[in-house]
C-alpha cells in the first residue's frame, strides 16, 4: 500500500468507509503536461520567427505575441498544478479520485459488479503507462482513467475490488 503522504495529498481518510482500507494510491502519468508544454514551446518559437521575420514588429503584434504567451504559461501552470493535486485512490470496496485544486473535489465510483478494461501500449510499457476503464456489464464506460502511472497494479488493486 502506498502511503498518502508520498503523493503529497491530504489523506483521504475522511472519505473512507468504517471498514474500507486503502489499497493504493497513484497519480496520472507526468507526461500528461507534456501537451501544454510543446504548445508552450510552439508559441515561443512562432513568437521569435515573426518577430525576426518581421522587420518592424508593431507594439500591438508584440503585445499580442506576449499575451499568446502568457497563456500559454498559465495553461502549462494550471496543468501542472492539476496533475500535483489529484490522485486515485482504490479501497477494498471502491474506487475514488481525488483532486485538491482549493476546494477537494471526490469522485466516488463502486466497482463491485464492473469491468476493468486496461490498454496499454507499446510505448505506454517503455515508459510506464497506461489507461483504464471501469464499465457497467452493457459496455458503458462510468470511468476514463489515461496516462495512468502505475497502470498495471492499479488495474490489478481495481480487479480486485471487482471480483
Known amino acids: ?3 498518502p503522504r508520498d503523493v503529497g495529498l491530504p489523506d483521504p481518510a475522511p472519505y473512507l468507509l468504517p471498514e474500507e482500507k486503502v489499497r ?6 507526468h507526461p500528461i503536461v507534456l501537451v501544454p508544454v510543446v504548445a508552450l514551446a510552439a508559441a515561443i518559437i ?3 520567427v ?4 518581421l522587420s518592424a514588429p508593431t507594439v500591438e503584434m508584440l503585445a ?3 499575451v499568446i504567451v502568457v497563456g500559454a504559461l ?3 501552470g494550471y496543468r501542472w498544478l492539476h496533475w500535483n493535486r489529484t490522485v486515485l485512490v482504490v479501497t477494498n470496496r471502491r474506487l475514488f479520485q481525488l ?7 471526490v469522485t466516488v465510483l463502486p466497482v463491485a459488479r464492473q469491468s476493468v478494461v486496461f490498454r496499454q501500449s507499446p510505448i505506454g510499457r517503455a515508459v510506464g503507462y497506461g489507461r483504464v476503464q471501469v464499465q457497467t456489464p452493457t459496455g458503458a464506460t462510468l470511468h476514463d482513467f489515461n ?4 497502470a498495471a497494479p492499479f488495474r490489478d488493486a481495481v480487479t480486485d475490488v471487482a471480483a
Request: proline share 0%; no cysteine; aromatic share 6%.
Open 1 to 3: 500500500m502506498t502511503e
Open 24 to 29: 493504493l494510491i497513484v497519480r496520472r502519468h
Open 50 to 53: 515573426a518577430v525576426l521575420l
Open 64 to 66: 499580442v505575441a506576449a
Open 99 to 105: 483532486v485538491s485544486l482549493g476546494i477537494m473535489r
Open 147 to 150: 496516462w495512468l502511472a502505475e
Open 74 to 76: 498559465l495553461w502549462v
Open 46 to 48: 512562432v513568437g521569435v
